[in-house]
């Protein structure tokens, strides 16, 4: 079942388009994250999940019920969405426990204690609960935030970049231990990310926006594979990009005859490799790879990227460089000549 429908929502602020006709469905207990680039819409998406944006025209629904249509308008505090917006936006006149209080129902004791289980469930040490916010990091900022919203047991997370300005380690750490939290809780969640490691590993489902408009939407792995165009391609990863002749379930291009998921198509096209499906190996060894040379090597500790060049084209102006990842202790230094092979199958981008 699905937990939130947005159906064909558009927002414009003035002459700029916020968010053209996005339809998209986040299914119950799952997480949703939202990756585009900066001024893409994302944040005015949350924003109106949330309550506090209105769309021009369009709908949502949260388990059947009709938060904000042509009609009505469900107000923000009776949603029972918990927000995470960008900033933190801890109220500043209120100290750490105050804020994380501010949601909860219950009094006295209980509440206390709820407040300090609320902490350590987000890695607050205890004896922060008097702080004020202009005190806090902004790391433990946005861990406040987030143990406020949790505080109001929500049925939908919605959670604008709340890792970003937390230090590599504890990102990653917070990153797994939120999943956690949320998912024992079985709330769904939203996320926006800048960080496309980040958005690949939390995602059960990836949205990408670009200019209001919701480019594609999926599994992860699917996105990563199969990217609508080159840009979602790019922006997933690093990708080896090349224009090919497609027949038959093969792509003619610079790397030779390399095999496609074309479902039928026939004709020029774009194409895209992961520098993961492509191999170097020495070129002495049996095989049908093409024949190149390393002319970097940019040795990285458990990984190194090669810079390779083809060196066996008939025509030299057309020269290529590929990028291609190797284990570290293995990868041959730069004038080695090599074999390039590729590993899988090529993606054969739809035509514009
Ligand atoms: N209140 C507003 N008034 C006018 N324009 C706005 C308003 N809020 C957002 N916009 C515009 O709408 C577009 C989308 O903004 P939004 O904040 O949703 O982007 P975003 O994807 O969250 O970007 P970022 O990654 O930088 O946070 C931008 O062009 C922005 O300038
Ligand atoms: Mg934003």
């Given at each position: 079942m699905n937990a939130l429908e947005l159906i064909s929502l558009s927002k414009s602020f003035g002459t700029q388009?916020?968010?053209?006709?996005i339809c998209l469905s986040v299914p119950t207990g799952s997480r949703t994250v939202i990756v585009g680039p900066s001024g893409s819409g994302k944040t005015t998406l949350l924003r109106m999940i949330a309550g506090f944006e209105f769309p021009d025209s369009g709908s949502l629904t949260l388990n059947g019920q009709t938060l904000v249509d042509a009609t009505h308008a469900v107000p923000a505090y009776q949603r029972q969405i918990g927000y995470v917006p960008q900033d933190g936006?801890?109220?500043?006149?209120?100290?750490v426990a105050a804020n994380i209080g501010f949601g909860l129902a219950d009094s006295g004791s209980n509440r206390t204690e709820r407040i300090l289980q609320l902490m350590d469930s987000v890695s607050l040490d205890a004896n922060m609960a008097g702080r004020w916010p202009h005190e806090l990091s902004g790391g433990q900022q946005q861990r406040v935030a987030l143990a406020r919203a949790l505080a109001q047991q929500p049925r939908l997370m919605l959670l604008d970049e709340?890792?970003?300005?937390?230090?590599t380690g504890l990102r990653s750490a917070m990153r797994k231990m939120v999943a956690r939290l949320l998912e024992n809780a079985g709330v769904t969640t939203i996320l926006v990310t800048h960080d496309q490691g980040e958005a690949l590993s939390f995602a059960d489902q990836l949205a990408v926006m670009r200019a209001g408009r919701l480019v594609q939407s999926g599994h992860p792995m699917d996105l990563y594979r199969y990217p609508e165009d080159e840009q979602t391609a790019h922006f997933l990863g690093e990708a080896v990009v090349m224009p090919a002749q497609i027949e038959a379930g093969w792509a003619n291009c610079d790397l030779g005859a390399v095999p496609v998921n074309s479902n039928g198509f026939k004709g020029q096209a774009q194409i895209m490799l992961r520098p993961e499906q492509l191999q170097v190996t020495d070129a002495s060894t049996e095989g049908r790879g093409c024949h190149a040379v390393v002319t970097e090597r940019d040795f990285a500790g458990n990984t190194c990227t090669l810079t390779v060049e083809l060196h066996?084209?008939?025509?030299?102006?057309?020269r290529r460089s590929f990028l291609v990842r190797s284990t570290g202790m293995h990868a041959p230094p730069a004038g080695s000549a090599v074999q390039l092979s590729i590993l899988g199958a090529a993606h054969v981008f739809a035509l514009p």
């Open positions: 388009k916020a968010l053209d006709n936006a801890l109220f500043p006149h209120m100290t709340p890792f970003s300005a937390l230090d066996s084209q008939a025509d030299h102006a057309a």
